[in-house]
């Protein structure tokens, strides 16, 4: 098809030729760097703990007072729950994954140095842990009992035995000893003595978003016996579809162990809801900038049909006497669909020059990551298409107009 009469007729229009560049090119920039966001949101919400998660339920129990049994207690409470039916192993711990808690130590190889390592989330659990966790050893082993200390003791003035021994994720081993195995190497981390490197779990990750993603698996695993007013109980089970029992039956077994607790059923979740309360917001984002996607686009498509229209009812004179010499239908349909085409062409290349400088200013001022190159032509796809479904009914309008009618004067 010869454009150059499409181009002359836009020349004629050239304010309403450029309102809807304006509005293309703003629909692309926003929608590109909007579908980012949400795909870098169901990223951030999809990222791997390193758990069993669809096994996990945890229940945390608060103290009304301090209670110096709290260890005996706590060794009957997991004796308690690990013969509730279902359970295959209950561990007490000081956090969990994604519970936005902020248990951190510095991370040296040598005592004393003025610059550590690394800073990583320190773990803190019982026996068990590490199958309650469900977390895989890929070096080493896990903990044996006479490594595991108790948090009171631990914490008595002047008490120097420390923490003998130590879990590293695999980031962090090959963080401290790269190209070397880490298992049998000493760090020093949580007080004077080093601790020693017994086993490397594939992952683990931090309870918040301290360090970004860099060091969202930067995390320590203890041999430390908590007490049930400095943290919580995890619990694994045999089979998911049991966990909602499993949760009740661990309620009753606590509240039946005596009355100097607070024991709330909102503190009693699967571990699916630890996750989903956590990206709560991560999540109302991602449909808040849905929204946005569709409102614009809604928005963009009412403008070309709004112009499109108003073309056809000045041309129809024009149209009828391009009918008039011979023009079919499918001709009249192509002429306007070429004309949107170019106009969204120009209003996608627009686009995608501001949607790169918006993109630019997020990183500066956000700390966002840089725009994929192939989220262009995915947005330019959506404006091309979009563009075509909105000027396809108001030029196959103009096409069933009869030539008799279009050239009838006024």
Known sequence: MDIRPILSTLLRHKTAAALIVLEIALSCAIVCNALFLIQSRIERMDKPSGLAEDTLVTVRVRGMAKDEQSAAVTRADLAALRAIPGVTAAASVNQIPFGNSSWNSSVNLVQDQEQPNLGAAT????????????????????????????????????????????????TVAEKLFPGESAVGKSIYSWGDPPHRVVGVVERLTRPNEIGGEAESDYSLLFPVRMPYDSGGFVLRVDDPSRRQEVLRAALQTLESSGPTRIISEDDARTFEQVRADYYRQDRSMAWLLVAVIVALLVVTALGIVGLASFWVQQRTKQIGVRRALGATRGQILRYFQTENFLLATVGIVLGMVLAYAINQLLMGRYELPRLPLAYLPIGALVLWLLGQAAVFWPARRAAAVPPAVATRSV
């Open 123 to 170: 773990y803190l659990g019982s026996e068990q842990t590490l199958e309650a966790f469900g977390l895989t050893l890929v070096a080493g082993r896990g903990f044996q009992p006479d490594e595991f200390v108790e948090w009171d003791a631990l914490n008595t003035p002047g008490d120097q035995r420390g923490i003998p021994a130590v879990i590293l994720t695999r």
